[in-house]
Structures are given as structure tokens and as C-alpha cells.
């Protein structure tokens, strides 16, 4: 059912790693694959990261095949989900009957206790984030037009960006999944500034709106002994809650960010000047 497991991890393991160590341990790649759905699973907060890319066919969210006590269930039976549609085009998503269509950037909350999640669309791209869950809120479609962004940084200091909270309390109400989306101005290539740790929660980054030939890198590990890796567009790295995380790209870019954990404050969060970062 689920393409790799990713443990958690302890700070320690980050000395002596190799790139090679990093990348296997953090970066999930090959989640966008035409006519698959892609699953993958992480002991941090028990996030499962996905992405569908239906390609004109119908895919449909699988049940669980384990443990034997839950084979054949629902996979949200007792989860909630989020889905960002990053493709170029439109498409839908249909849940236990009821449709929903989907532009470029649209995003949906799926509550727990769905049974039947199906994705559709010739260009869209669907990027799934899902966490336990202990209670069943509203179904919601989120746009990001219904959405008023944060403004933060600026193009003097290279991160003019645009903050879209997608789901959180005064937007989308949820059990435990925090999500949102930022967008970078165009000669603008730093993401999440100041750099930051969150203590009593684990967030993962999607990067892409990437050309080819472009890349981030994306800095984790304690603040005074920081390490990094390149990545690609449509990649995805996990941030364990003892690692800062920020990025640098070699152009302007979009990511997606998800957080679950103790709370749903936003601002649950050990600030860190990019002066104490050695």
C-alpha cells in the first residue's frame, strides 16, 4: 500500500550522515506519476503523503490493507485529509457522492470517516497530506481567492511572498492537520524567514512551480549545526519538530506546507535569527 515508510529520527543520527543518508531519511520523491496514485508514510505525526495524477482515468483513495484488524477499511476511517491540486489544469474530486471541481490551487478538506475519495482531470495533480484524526469536521472546498494572504518579507531581502492558510482554525476547521500554501514573488528565492523549530509538531514542505533546471535548497538540522539538500520540483522533504527548515531557490517558486502535532496555533513556534544559524 505505501510506497516507502519513512522513521523518526533522532538529532543525533544527523551526525556523520552522509547526502545520501539525508535524502533516504527526509526527501520523498516520484509522488507524481500519470495514472497512479502514489502513497507514502512517515511515524512523524503518522503523516501519509501522496499525490494522484489521474491523466484522464478515475483513481480512487485505497482502503487499508494493514494491519489484518483494518484491511478493507476506509483509509480515512479514522484519518482527516487535505488535497492541493498543483497541476495545470482543472479537474474533481468526488467524495461519498458529492463532486467538487477542482482549478489549479484549489484546495479540500476531507473529513474523517469518508469512505469513497475519487479523483479526476487530464492536467490536474493532486497532492494528498493526511494525519489521524480524533473527530469528523465539515467537508470543505477552499480557493485561494477566498483567502486573505499574509504579506511577508520583501524583494530587497529576496523573500516577497504571499501566505495562503488554508487549513487552520479561522479558515477550515480540522482535528489536528494544519495546511497552507506560499507563493514567492517573481526575484524573490527564500522561503520561511526567520527560520524556525517547531518542538511539539513535525511539517512537511512540498516545493514546486519549479522549471527543469531549477532547484532549492532546503536547510534542516539543529540551528548550530545546519545541513542541507537540493531538491527538485514536485519533491517533498519532512521536517522532524527538532530540525529548523527554510529554502533558498535558484528562482522564485510556490511550496506547500503541513503541520500536525499538540495544537493548531500557527505561531507554535522557537524563532531563530538567521545570525544564530551556523
Not at 501519509?48 to 484491511?71: K, N, W
Not at 482543472?90 to 463532486?99: C, H, L, M, N
Not at 472546498?141 to 488554508?166: A, V, Y
Request: glycine share 10%; hydrophobic share 35%.
Amino acid at each position: 500500500m505505501f510506497e516507502k515508510t519513512f522513521h523518526a529520527t533522532h538529532p543525533a543520527m544527523m551526525a556523520g550522515a552522509s547526502n545520501g543518508d539525508l535524502r533516504d531519511r527526509y526527501l520523498v520523491t516520484g509522488l507524481f506519476r500519470a495514472g497512479e496514485l502514489v502513497l507514502n508514510y512517515s511515524h512523524g505525526e503518522r503523516f501519509i503523503i501522496g499525490g494522484a495524477v489521474p491523466a484522464g482515468q478515475s483513481l480512487t483513495l485505497p482502503p487499508h490493507s494493514e494491519p489484518d484488524s483494518a484491511a478493507g477499511q476506509p483509509l480515512l476511517s479514522r484519518r482527516e485529509m487535505g488535497v492541493v491540486n498543483i497541476g495545470g489544469g482543472a479537474g474533481s474530486i468526488t467524495v461519498d457522492g458529492e463532486r467538487f471541481e477542482m482549478a489549479p490551487r484549489d484546495a479540500l478538506y476531507i473529513p474523517m470517516g469518508s469512505r469513497d475519495v475519487r479523483f479526476e482531470g487530464d492536467s490536474a495533480r493532486y497532492y494528498l497530506l493526511s494525519v489521524p484524526a480524533h473527530r469528523a469536521c465539515a467537508l470543505r472546498k477552499l480557493s485561494l481567492s477566498d483567502i486573505t494572504p499574509m504579506r511577508r518579507g520583501s524583494l530587497e531581502t529576496g523573500n516577497d511572498r504571499s501566505i495562503f492558510q488554508l487549513i487552520l482554525p479561522h479558515t477550515c476547521a480540522s482535528a489536528s492537520l494544519c495546511m497552507g500554501m506560499t507563493i514567492l514573488e517573481p526575484g524573490s528565492v527564500w522561503n520561511t524567514m526567520p527560520p524556525h523549530v517547531h518542538e511539539r509538531r513535525s511539517e512537511i514542505y512540498l516545493y514546486f512551480d519549479l522549471g527543469e533546471d531549477d532547484r532549492v535548497f532546503h536547510y534542516m538540522g539543529h540551528p548550530d549545526q545546519l545541513r542541507h539538500m537540493v531538491m527538485g520540483n514536485e519533491e517533498v522533504v519532512i521536517s522532524p519538530p527538532w530540525s529548523v527548515h527554510m529554502g533558498c531557490g535558484t528562482r522564485a517558486y510556490s511550496f506547500i506546507w503541513a503541520m500536525a502535532g499538540e495544537n493548531l496555533d500557527y505561531n507554535d513556534m522557537d524563532v531563530k535569527d538567521i545570525c544564530q544559524l551556523c
